[in-house]
Nanobody, 124 residues
Framework: LLVESGGGLVQAGGSLRLSCTAS????????MAWFRQAPGKEREFVAA?????????YYTDSVKGRLSISRDNAENTVYLQMNSLKPEDTAVYYC??????????????????WGQGTQVTVSS
């Protein structure tokens, strides 16, 4: 079970920190990712971090330099630090977990476990 938290309403240029906490299973050996879905749009990849952590991170171009993914395996938690937020970042953000070794960390079909999502709204 993955549970996201930390979403909310923020003005453009502001910051939020999303958390995804796992329970019932240890996710330290899983690749973890954040996806988002805006109204009327398909779910899209935002960021991923491999099970090994550290600098093994991936981002979609539109968030590079503004969003940062990290993980704390001891806490079974993955984070998404969101800075310099823009109205186009408004979406429901989902946490996901994948068994390592898949074909692409960017593909939603690689992820087996999903959270329920947390709403992020950025006002202009």
């Amino acid at each position: 079970l993955l549970v996201e938290s930390g979403g909310g309403l923020v003005q453009a240029g502001g910051s939020l920190r999303l958390s995804c906490t796992a329970s019932g299973r240890t996710f330290s050996s899983y690749d973890m990712a954040w996806f988002r879905q805006a109204p009327g749009k398909e779910r899209e990849f935002v960021a991923a971090i491999l099970w090994s952590g550290g600098s093994n991170t991936y981002y979609t171009d539109s968030v590079k330099g503004r969003l940062s993914i990290s993980r704390d395996n001891a806490e079974n938690t993955v984070y998404l630090q969101m800075n310099s937020l823009k109205p186009e970042d408004t979406a429901v953000y989902y946490c996901a977990a994948a068994i390592p070794g898949g074909s692409s960390v960017y593909a939603s079909y690689e992820y087996t476990f999903w959270g329920q999502g947390t709403q992020v709204t950025v006002s202009s």
